[in-house]
Structure formats: structure tokens, C-alpha cells
């Protein structure tokens, strides 16, 4: 005989265990599977291992999807401070780091034992190294093929996530069964990713290999103010990652190494200041010196050309090469590096209130397979909490 459920969730990763506790806890039967021997490895890797959980500023305009209205209903119903308010609860303290960022004071494993506990202590099921082998509806919900036998279930919810960090087991099931319903899928592509350059960029960009500097990132419409980082690859950085997620193959990126503000007012007051400095040394004032240099070498300029023998026009130049430095990357690290996945099950075919599926009764999709991108500093966490909780919501009260 095959166990029956009220609800099978497929994925015990954050949007999985969160979905299954806030079900359980309503007193329905519930069991999630995953084919990883752990549950919730995105979650205790997060944050160097404190679990960035969270962004204070968590907003509809942090996140990316065909439809950007989407994801308004499910983030407006279960917010931050709900999620914060859980932790409390639970003895969990916190901190922000930087720019709405909150972290666990202690370790990621804090939170994941706080999920676990949520779905087994009402009596949920977790079933870890089981792989699913097949889906079928069936006149009373559906029937789930695992590697341990069949399982049967009134609601369905896929938690699988996307393609990111294959090394985790990341794998295109929730596409697939997505498919078989008959939902559309936006192409999945690494998002938050490094990017990579080839020729005499990336030759440069490794001689720079580890260093960093504040600059603006902008890709398309998208402009990030952070940290960006030179690689053996190329770049990387809070900046570069977030605009990795706007740019698209063969578009260029524009990096401004003068964020704060008129880079050409600066050099001109520089000049004004200092006419016997070299170029180098003004421009190692607000770079690493390692860049200063290379930025000569861009602008063919001796690195000990004197300050007071740059024309005004010669300053506009060094200016724009500043603060409009177009560069175009060859492509981005990949799946490998990417933190998480841009696009996924289209939303067209999904309720934005429950994540319900338009096509098939009962099925729902939440959590990172869905095409929702947020931003990085805890963003897609968040997305995870509220469209979990959406779904089970809506299971739940049904």
C-alpha cells in the first residue's frame, strides 16, 4: 500500500521546509522529499555559514521576473519582520551587516534545525535520499513514483529550486514537471554570477587578481553601488553580481570608479591642488594603486605625467575613462558559481496570491524554481519565506 499525504512537497531546501512546517503546523499531513543526503544546504552555505536570511528592504523593485508585478502579493503577506519575528521566537538573535543585510550571530544550522523542528514536531515527514521518478494526477490529487515506492497526495507543491551549484544537486525537475502540466518555462541562465572576459581584458583583469574598490555596476537599466572585485577570470563583487543579473550575452557593462560624483571636478581640483603630482598618484588617492596604473596604461598615458601638463580636454578623457568604462564580458562563470537562477516556471501560468498552478488543480510552484530573481543580500531568501508561506496558506484554508 502507498503511504497517502494530504500534502508531498518536493524539495527540502528553504521555500520546502518552510511550505511543509507552516502546513503541518495546521494540522494537515505533510511530507517532504529530496534526493540530497541534507536538507537545506543553500541555506547553511549562505552567508559565509550565518545564513544572510533576509533584507530589511525588501521590496517588489528588488526582484526580477517577466512579470515584475508578480511577486507582490506573496511579499506584502509574509514580510521581514514576520521572518525576524520566527527567529525571536525560537531564541535566534541577529544582526545587519550592510545595506538591510541580516545575519544569523551564530551559525546557518540554527536555522535550518528551527525548519526541521517546525515540520517534525507537528509530525511531518522528511524523506531525504529519495529520488522522484515520476508524477502522475490522478481524480484525487496526485500520485508521486520515489525511489522508496509510490507516495499519494491530495496537493502537490514543487520546491526543487533552479540550476545553481550543481555540486549541491541543483537539477531541472521543477521544469520538468512544470512541463508536464503544461506551464511555460522563461530560459533559465546563472544569475549573481561572476563575469568572465577573454583577450587582453582578462590578461589585465588577472594581473589584478584580488583587488577591489567601490564602483558602480550598471547592466541595461540596472545600476549597483558596491564593492567590485578583479579576478583570474575577470570580475566579481557585490556589484558585479547583482548587475550579472540584468546583463545579457554580448551587451556591455559600464563601471563608474568614481562613484561619488564628478570625477572631472575632482581631477581639475587635483591638478589645481598638486600640478607636480603624477597621474598615478592622484588617481591611487581614490583606487588601488595596482588599478591606478592599469588605468594610465588604458589611457596611454606615463604613469608620471605631471598633473599640471593635462590640458583640460586631456582630463575629460581620464574623466570619462573613469566613470564611463565600457567593458564587454564574454560570459559569466556558470552554474557552477551562480548563486541563484533567473527566470524559470513563467508566472503567467501561476497564481501571484497562492502559486497555484492555471492548469493543473492542486499543484503549486514557490521557492526559486519560479521566475522571481531577487537581488543579492538575502532577497531570494525572503522570496523563499513569502512564497512558501502563500502556498501553504492557501492549502491550508482549502
Known amino acids: ?70 511577486a507582490k502579493s506573496a511579499l506584502a503577506r509574509y514580510t521581514p519582520a514576520d521572518f525576524c519575528d520566527l527567529l525571536r521566537s525560537a531564541s535566534i538573535s541577529w544582526h545587519e551587516k550592510t545595506l538591510g543585510q541580516l545575519f544569523c550571530d551564530g551559525k546557518s544550522g540554527a536555522i535550518i534545525t528551527l525548519l526541521l523542528d517546525r515540520l517534525a514536531d507537528p509530525g511531518g515527514v522528511l524523506k531525504l535520499g529519495t529520488d522522484i521518478k515520476d508524477i502522475d494526477a490522478t481524480p484525487d490529487g496526485f500520485t508521486v513514483t520515489t525511489s522508496a515506492g509510490p507516495l499519494l497526495c491530495q496537493q502537490l507543491v514543487v520546491a526543487t529550486g533552479g540550476l545553481s551549484i550543481p555540486k549541491m544537486g541543483a537539477s531541472g525537475l521543477a521544469y520538468d514537471i512544470a512541463r508536464q502540466f503544461g506551464h511555460d518555462i522563461v530560459t533559465p541562465r546563472p544569475a549573481l554570477v561572476p563575469l568572465t572576459f577573454s583577450g587582453a581584458l582578462k590578461d589585465e583583469f588577472a594581473a589584478l587578481s584580488g583587488v577591489a574598490t567601490e564602483a558602480t555596476a550598471r547592466a541595461g537599466r540596472a545600476a549597483f553601488r558596491e564593492a567590485i ?126 502559486l497555484e498552478s492555471a492548469h493543473q488543480s492542486g499543484l503549486y510552484f514557490i521557492g526559486e524554481c519560479v521566475d522571481v530573481t531577487g537581488w543579492l543580500g538575502g532577497y531570494n531568501f525572503q522570496w523563499a519565506w513569502a512564497s512558501a508561506f502563500a502556498a501553504a496558506e492557501a492549502i491550508t484554508a482549502s
Open 1 to 70: 500500500m502507498a503511504d497517502t499525504f494530504d500534502v508531498i512537497i518536493l524539495g527540502a531546501g528553504a521555500a520546502g521546509l518552510f511550505c511543509g512546517g507552516e502546513i503541518a503546523r495546521e494540522g494537515r499531513s505533510v511530507c517532504v522529499i529530496d534526493h540530497a543526503a541534507k536538507p537545506a544546504e543553500k541555506v547553511r552555505i549562505s552567508g559565509g555559514g550565518r545564513c544572510n536570511f533576509t533584507n530589511i528592504h525588501t521590496a517588489p523593485g528588488n526582484f526580477l521576473s517577466d512579470n515584475p508585478h508578480f
Open 229 to 354: 572585485l578583479f579576478t583570474h577570470r575577470g570580475l566579481s563583487g557585490p556589484a558585479i553580481l547583482q548587475a550579472s543579473s540584468y546583463w545579457s550575452e554580448g551587451s556591455a557593462l559600464m563601471l563608474d570608479l568614481y562613484p561619488e560624483g564628478d570625477a572631472l571636478a575632482w581631477l581639475k581640483a587635483a591638478r589645481q591642488e598638486g600640478g607636480k603630482r603624477t597621474l598615478s598618484v592622484v588617481l591611487a588617492s581614490h583606487l588601488p594603486r595596482r588599478l591606478a596604473e592599469m588605468m594610465c596604461a588604458q589611457l596611454a598615458l606615463p604613469a608620471e605625467t605631471r598633473m599640471a601638463d593635462l590640458s583640460n580636454a586631456a582630463l575629460g578623457d581620464i574623466a570619462t575613462a573613469l566613470s564611463k568604462w565600457s567593458i564587454t564580458p564574454t560570459g559569466t562563470e556558470g552554474w557552477r558559481t551562480a548563486e541563484v537562477t533567473a527566470g524559470g516556471v513563467a508566472t503567467t501560468g501561476l497564481s501571484s496570491r497562492t
